[in-house]
DNA sequence: TTGGTAGTTCCATACTACGGAACCTTGTTC
DNA sequence: GAACAAGGTTCCGTAGTATGGAACTACCAA
C-alpha cells in the first residue's frame, strides 16, 4: 500500500495561485489579533498546517520583521505591525475604512453622520463626516470636540467602555445637559441594554443625536458613529429607525475591522467542517 | 530561436522555500512604510517583479485583509493594521521589541536606562526601565510622567520633534531647572547638533541624565532612550561616552522599526546591484 | 536513562506560483 | 468619437518552489 505523498484535500483551495501567501496571512492576522503572544502550537492547531510548513512561513514572516518571537518562542506582531502604530497613520486608514460605511448611512437617513473617536481630557472628537442632505443640517464638526457626557457619540463611549468619564464637574451646555452623574450612570445602562444612546438637545438646543459603537478585534471599542439633525426632523417618532441604522452601520464597520469575522479567509474554513 | 518561459535570476532567491511569502511581505511592508497610498505601478518597480504576479499577491493581501485599495487603485494598510494599531497593543509590543537594546545599553553604562514616549500635556512616561547595576541609583520609574522641559528624555523628544513644548508656566523643579523658553530653544538647538540631551540636576538635585531620540520608519521620532545616573557618577568627564552609547543603542533601536534600513528582506536586494 | 514535548531540517514529489501575452478598462488626445 | 496610452487583470503551459512526512535536534521532567 502506497501512502500519498501528498495529502489530497476535500475542499478546494483556493484557485487563486497564491496558496503559500494565503497560508501565511493567515498565520499573521492570528498573530496580530490576539492581544497576548501566540504559540506555535496554537498557531499548528489554528491554521491546521503541519510543522514543518508552519514553521517555514512563520520563519519567513519573522525574517521580514512581520512577526516576532519572544525568548519562550511566541509570536507576537512584528517591529512593522509597532512603526506603523506609533506613527498614527491608523486614524487617517480609519477615516478612509470607514468612508464607505459612514456614506451608506448619510444615503439612508438623510442626515449628518459622524465618526468620533475618545480623546484625552473626557472629550470625543468627530474624525469622519457625510452631510446631510436637507439645508438645515449639521456644518462641518471635523476637528471639532466636546465633552464625552453631553454628546450621543461620547455616551456611546463610555457605555461599552471606549471612553472613561473624567472626574470633577460636568458641564451644563444647554438646559436638559444630563450633569448628574446618577443619572448618567443610569443613562448609560440604557444604552448598554438599546445598544444606542440619544441625546436630544443636550449639547446644542435643537440639536438631536443618536449614537452607536464601534468595536474592533477583540471587542474593544475603538470610536462610535452618530446620526444628528435637528429636533424637528429627528423627532422621538424617527430616533428608533435612525438609530437602528445606525447600530447596523457601526456593526458593518466593526466586522470590516475584523470584529467577530469567523474566518477572515479563503482556506481552512471547510477545513474544520 | 526560444524565449525561456522563466527567466532565469542572476541572484539567488531565497533559499528558503518561501519565495512567494517573502516577495508578498515585501509589498505588505513597501505598502505599511508609505505615509501616503502606494499605486500598483510604485509596487511593481520597489518590488522589480512581473505585474501579474505582482497583481496576483496585492490581491491575496487584500482579500485577507493586510492592504486595502482606495477608489483610485491606491494601496494602504489593511483592517488587520488599523484593527491593530487601536487596540493599544503596540505599546507593550515596543516594550518588547526594546527590551534587549535596553539590556545592552545598560550593561554597558551600568546606569539605570530608560525608554519615554511623550504623553498628552508636556509630559514624558518611562514605559521601560533597566536598573542600575550599583546601589545608588534609579528607583523603579516605570509609569512616572514628568514635564519635556526638565527631563533628559523630554528635551530629545521636543528638539526632534516627537513632542511639543505646552504652552504656559514652565515649572521650577529645582534651582537648575531652565524655565525660560528662550535659554530653552538654545539648548534644543545644541541637543540637534550633539544628537542626545543632557539634563544635570534639572529635574532633581543629583540626578543627571542624556538622552536620544527613537526613529520608526519614515524618520518619525516615537520616543528616546536616557542613561540616568547621581552627579557623583555622571560627571561632566563620562557624559559624552554615556551619550555616546545612549545613541548607539537608539539607533539600534530605530533601526529594529525600519528607521532607514536599506533592505529589510532578503530578496530583490541584490537585483539593485 | 528514558520518555515526552517543541520545533527545525531534509528530501523526493507534484502542485502551485511563475511570467509572457492577450485582454480589459479607463482616461486622454486629436 | 476614434485612436491611443496607461494601468491593471486574466489566461495558460511550464518549471521550479512549496509541500508534508520522517528524521533529527534540543530541552525538560521524572
Known amino acids: 500500500m502506497e501512502l500519498p505523498k501528498y495529502r489530497k484535500k476535500a475542499a478546494v483551495t483556493s484557485p487563486t495561485g497564491t496558496q503559500a501567501v494565503d497560508r501565511a496571512a493567515q498565520l499573521l492576522i492570528e498573530v496580530a489579533r490576539h492581544r497576548d503572544p501566540v504559540t506555535f502550537t496554537e498557531l499548528i492547531t489554528a491554521s491546521g498546517l503541519a510543522k514543518s510548513t508552519t514553521s517555514r512561513l512563520l520563519a519567513a514572516l519573522e525574517r521580514n520583521g512581520l512577526v516576532r518571537r519572544d525568548l519562550t518562542g511566541r509570536f507576537s506582531p512584528g517591529e512593522v505591525f509597532v512603526s506603523y502604530a506609533w506613527r498614527g497613520g491608523a486614524e487617517a486608514d480609519l477615516v478612509s475604512v470607514a468612508q464607505p460605511v459612514l456614506a451608506a448611512l448619510g444615503e439612508e437617513t438623510g442626515e449628518t453622520v459622524n465618526l468620533g473617536v475618545a480623546r484625552d481630557g473626557g472629550l470625543v472628537e468627530q474624525i469622519a463626516q457625510v452631510d446631510s442632505k436637507y439645508l438645515i443640517g449639521g456644518t462641518n464638526w471635523v476637528g471639532l470636540r466636546v465633552p464625552l457626557h453631553c454628546a450621543a457619540l461620547g455616551k456611546a463611549l463610555i457605555a461599552f467602555g471606549g471612553a472613561e468619564l473624567p472626574g470633577g464637574h460636568l458641564e451644563q451646555r444647554t438646559d ?98
Open 176 to 273: 436638559r445637559t444630563v450633569t448628574s452623574r446618577a443619572a448618567l450612570a443610569d443613562e448609560l445602562t440604557a444604552v448598554r441594554e438599546r445598544g444606542y444612546a440619544v441625546t436630544v438637545e443636550e449639547l446644542e438646543p435643537g440639536l438631536v443625536a443618536v449614537a452607536a459603537p464601534v468595536f474592533a478585534d477583540g471587542g474593544i471599542v475603538i470610536g462610535a458613529l452618530s446620526v444628528s439633525g435637528p429636533a424637528s426632523r429627528l423627532t422621538t417618532a424617527v430616533i428608533p429607525a435612525a438609530a437602528s441604522n445606525c447600530m447596523a452601520a457601526a456593526r458593518s464597520l466593526s466586522v470590516l475591522l475584523g470584529h467577530d469575522q469567523p474566518a477572515r479567509g479563503v482556506q481552512h474554513a471547510a477545513l474544520a467542517s
